[in-house]
């Protein structure tokens, strides 16, 4: 099993442009989860989908958009992108059928916006 | 607003040394998961405690829940390189949908 997968690892926009990252989970899983890191701010919940057809926004909605493709994958949008929105992206699966929402996560999108 | 406050923000400190590193909260939780995040890589459970008061020992390191369900501490005995990283906090209520992340410790073991 492959786990939690993101692509890509490393990407370098320009202010204005728009780009798309992947996320995808092989353990059947119905929650997933976007999650920005910034120094010094911890995680960030950006968007979550408790199931598969369901979106929710988290705490820094702004400036992103989601789409549950289907059980496995979870994508996240930036329409234009801002220099803010430099940061490491993680994408992440939970078991709702766990009591405590133990999280897998992905190895990260490394973003940086010029 | 819950506020979680996680302590010290850095540490660093010889290989051999013993160390502990705080999760403090205002608000009571139903459980608390801890995480490591090594460089360059996503967060990785390490445990979930539950109980008010509850040990668990995961090989050198000894987590423990709060008997108010509001803090919890992590103990390392013998810390060596591969025991460098960020570690978070994540309390979780009951019937909310999502985890709430301390901002972390950054360990560092010096060889």
């Known amino acids: 099993n492959a786990g939690v997968t993101q692509t890509p690892k490393f990407q370098v926009l320009k202010t204005g442009q728009s780009m798309t990252l992947q996320c995808a989970q092989d353990?059947?899983?119905?929650?997933m989860y976007w999650y920005r890191q910034d120094p010094g701010m911890g995680l960030r919940l950006i968007y979550y989908?408790?199931?598969?057809?369901?979106?929710d926004k988290g705490e820094v909605p702004n400036g992103y958009n989601v789409s549950r493709l289907n059980k496995r994958e979870f994508s996240l949008r930036l329409e234009s992108a801002a220099p803010s929105q430099t940061s490491v992206y993680f994408c992440?699966?939970?078991?709702?059928?766990?009591?405590?929402?133990?999280?897998?996560f992905g190895p990260g999108t490394r973003l940086t916006v010029l | 607003t819950q506020l979680l406050e996680q302590s010290p923000q850095f540490l660093s400190i010889q290989e051999g040394e013993n160390l502990t590193v705080y999760c403090n909260s205002s608000?009571?939780?139903?459980?608390l998961q801890w995480y490591r995040q090594e460089p360059g890589e996503g967060p990785v459970l390490l445990v979930t405690?539950?109980?008010?008061?509850e040990v668990k020992k995961l090989k050198r390191l000894t987590f423990q829940f709060g008997d108010a369900r509001k803090d919890s501490s992590l103990h390392i005995t013998a810390a060596q390189p591969g025991d460098t990283g960020l570690y978070l906090c994540?309390?979780?209520?009951?019937?909310?949908?999502?985890?709430?992340f301390g901002t972390g410790t950054r360990l560092t073991v010096i060889p």
């Open positions: 994540a309390p979780f209520r009951t019937g909310a949908n999502n985890l709430f």
């Open positions: 992440a699966s939970s078991d709702v059928w766990t009591l405590y929402n133990e999280q897998f």
């Open positions: 405690v539950v109980t008010g008061g």
């Open positions: 989908s408790a199931s598969e057809g369901t979106t």
């Open positions: 353990m059947n899983h119905n929650s």
């Open positions: 608000s009571v939780f139903s459980s």
